[in-house]
């Protein structure tokens, strides 16, 4: 196992353990949610961080840490979301949600190691604040595709930008542990 490898799965271990949570407390209200609401509840937290970013200070009291969280696990219920059949139940035990939480993330590990593999790692160069401003241009590509009701002309799918999204969030993550 790579060192990413190993760096993505404590972080997706993090954010599972947030979303198990939070389904106990809420159970899938997000069922309700349309793709284009997930989005934009994606969207709200990467603007948060970048405003905080660009401030450099915050009021409310919850750190981008918690955001980045919160970009990967909607980015996973959108994920989930979008495989559901239209008649699947609003409400979804965990017995059946999990593992579909699961599936999100390895699926999307393997595109990570893949992509890792041609780019040579390329972002553990980068910024934080840059990979930030790479998922807020994954999401208004993603607003783009839903507008046009999902179709591209040459583009990739709604579902590759969300698995992006979940990696560039991930690597924020690993980033910010290592500046700790």
């Keep these: 196992m790579t060192q990413t490898e190993s760096e993505y799965k404590q972080v997706i ?41 660009e401030k450099g200070s915050q009021k409310v009291d919850e750190d981008i840490k918690n955001e980045f969280i919160g970009i990967i696990n909607y980015s996973i219920i959108a994920i989930i979301q979008e495989s559901l059949t239209e008649n699947a139940p609003l409400e979804i035990p965990a017995d059946d949600l999990m593992p579909k939480y699961e599936n999100a993330a390895e699926e999307t590990l393997q595109l990570l190691l893949n992509k890792n593999h041609d780019y040579g790692e ?19 590509r993603v607003k783009q595709i839903e507008d046009n009701q999902g179709k591209t002309l040459i583009s990739e799918p709604v579902k590759a930008n969300y698995q992006d999204m979940i990696n560039y969030a991930v690597f924020c993550l690993i980033k910010l542990k290592e500046e700790k």
Excluded: H
């Design 13 to 53: 271990a993090l954010c599972k353990d947030v979303f198990e949570k939070k389904t106990k407390d809420y159970g899938t209200a997000w069922r309700i949610l349309r793709l284009p609401s997930i989005t934009d509840q994606i969207l709200i937290k990467a603007q948060r961080i970048r405003s905080i970013q």
């Design 122 to 140: 390329a972002w553990r160069d980068m910024r934080v604040s840059s990979i930030t401003d790479i998922i807020l241009m994954k999401l208004y």
